[in-house]
């Protein structure tokens, strides 16, 4: 693990770093304590990212454990909001994907605590808004 944000509450986490061919790879781990939306957002063309949950507490990649691989964007900010997380500890993972000695980056993680999936009013066809009669053309 490169950087441990401890027990994370509703606010934005920073951190800059590199990864390339001396160091492939860099970990950022979060604990949330309640239900929690996230979203990350790393700053780089040339490195994949993952967001991990370790379900079994063992600070090892299992099958299963990848909630998002390979975000989205290939240019620029590679962005992923993942909602419903519960409680447990996370990881992000930054690894390089080219030949180059180092490859900067940044990565922000933003999180709101105590937000799940909320439920609104339309989520059944019991409850669905009536949107009348809709004409194409």
Do not use: H
């Not at 860099?26 to 700053?43: K, Q």
């Not at 063992?58 to 997380?85: P, S």
Request: hydrophobic share 35%.
């Amino acid at each position: 693990v490169d950087y441990d944000f401890g027990t994370v509450s509703s606010r934005t986490y920073s951190q800059t770093g590199y990864v390339g061919t001396g160091d492939r790879s860099d970990f950022y781990r979060f604990s949330l304590t309640t239900v929690s939306n996230i979203t990350a957002t790393v700053n780089t063309q040339l490195a994949d990212v993952e967001i991990i949950r370790d379900v079994n507490n063992n600070g090892q990649v299992d099958l299963g454990d990848v909630i998002v691989k390979g975000f989205l964007n290939n240019v620029g900010n590679k962005t992923a909001t993942v909602a419903g997380l519960v409680q447990g500890n996370y990881f992000i993972g930054i690894s390089s994907n080219t030949s180059l000695p180092s490859v900067g980056y940044s990565m922000e993680l933003s999180v709101l605590a105590g937000k799940g999936q909320e439920t609104e009013p339309n989520n059944s066809f019991n409850q669905a808004m009536d949107l009348g009669t809709l004409n194409g053309g």
